[in-house]
C-alpha cells in the first residue's frame, strides 16, 4: 500500500456526517425550519424510524432514529454529543434567528471573535451542537 | 421572515463536521494514514491541544481535542457516538482496508447490502464510527 495507492483509494472520497437523533420526523422538520434544509432522500417513507439525507446549502448530511443495540446514539441517551457541526453562511446573524425561531438554544451569541470569525452556537432540541459563522 | 429569505440566508452554506477526540495529535496522523487525509490548516501549531481542518478527497472535516468545560466530549468521555462518518469512495474494499491497517476495529466488513450499498462499518481509535462504501 504505497503513498500514491492511499492517495488514489480517496481522491475522490467525499464525507458526510449522520447525525443520531430521538424524535426522527419532528427533527425532519425542525432542520428544514431552522436551516431551510431541503430533504433530498428518505429511507422507506412509511416507516416510523427515519434514515433521511438533507442538504444545507451546497452541503448534505444525514439524520437518523436512534438504534442503541447498534451503538447509534442520540445525544440525549449518552448525555452529551462526539462532534460540532460548523455551518458557514454569509450573515451569520440572520442564520442564527432562524435557528433559535425554530426553537434552538443559544449557547454562546454570534460575536466577532478574536481569532478572525463572526461565530456563535446554538443547541439544537435533539442535544446537537451547531457553530454558525464566517471568517471575517 | 418568509420563505424566500430563509432560502437566501441559507443557499450558499456550506457544513464540516468537527470531530472531538482525546490525544489530538495522534488522532491528525490517524486519520492521515487511514483514509489519506490532507492537513489544511491547524490553530496554534506549538499548543497542545489540536484543532485541525483536513480534507479527505473533497470533503473538508474538524478535529478538536475535547474540552469537557464547554461541552465538546470525545465519544471516550460519554462512552459512544451520536453521529456517524459516512464517507463515499469508488473502492470501499481498498478504502477498507486502509482504514484498518491504521488501526480501526471492524464494526461490519463490506459488504453489498440489499438496499443497494456496498459498505462497511469501522470505529476509529478514538470512538467515531465511519461507514465507507458506495451506491452499486
Redesign the interface.
Known amino acids: 500500500?504505497s503513498e500514491s495507492?492511499?492517495?488514489t483509494?480517496?481522491?475522490?472520497?467525499?464525507?458526510?456526517?449522520?447525525?443520531?437523533v430521538r424524535r426522527g420526523k419532528e427533527a425532519l422538520a425542525f432542520y428544514q425550519a431552522a436551516?431551510?434544509?431541503k430533504v433530498l432522500f428518505r429511507?422507506g417513507e412509511t416507516r416510523d424510524a427515519v434514515i433521511a439525507k438533507l442538504a444545507?446549502?451546497?452541503?448534505?448530511?444525514?439524520i437518523?432514529d436512534e438504534d442503541t443495540e447498534h451503538?447509534?446514539?442520540?445525544?440525549e441517551?449518552?448525555?452529551?454529543?462526539?462532534?460540532?457541526?460548523?455551518?458557514?453562511?454569509?450573515?451569520p446573524h440572520?442564520?442564527f434567528?432562524?435557528a433559535i425561531?425554530a426553537g434552538a438554544k443559544v449557547?454562546c451569541p454570534v460575536v466577532d471573535e478574536d481569532?478572525g470569525w463572526r461565530i456563535g452556537r446554538i443547541e439544537d432540541p435533539y442535544?446537537?451542537?451547531w457553530?454558525i459563522g464566517r471568517e471575517i
Open positions: 500500500m495507492s492511499i492517495q483509494v480517496f481522491q475522490d472520497a467525499s464525507l458526510s456526517p449522520m447525525l443520531s436551516f431551510g434544509a429511507a444545507i446549502g451546497k452541503s448534505e448530511f444525514w437518523s451503538r447509534n446514539f442520540s445525544p441517551s449518552i448525555g452529551g454529543t462526539s462532534f460540532r457541526m460548523i455551518l458557514i453562511v454569509n450573515d440572520a442564520a434567528d432562524y425561531a449557547l481569532y442535544g446537537h451542537i457553530e
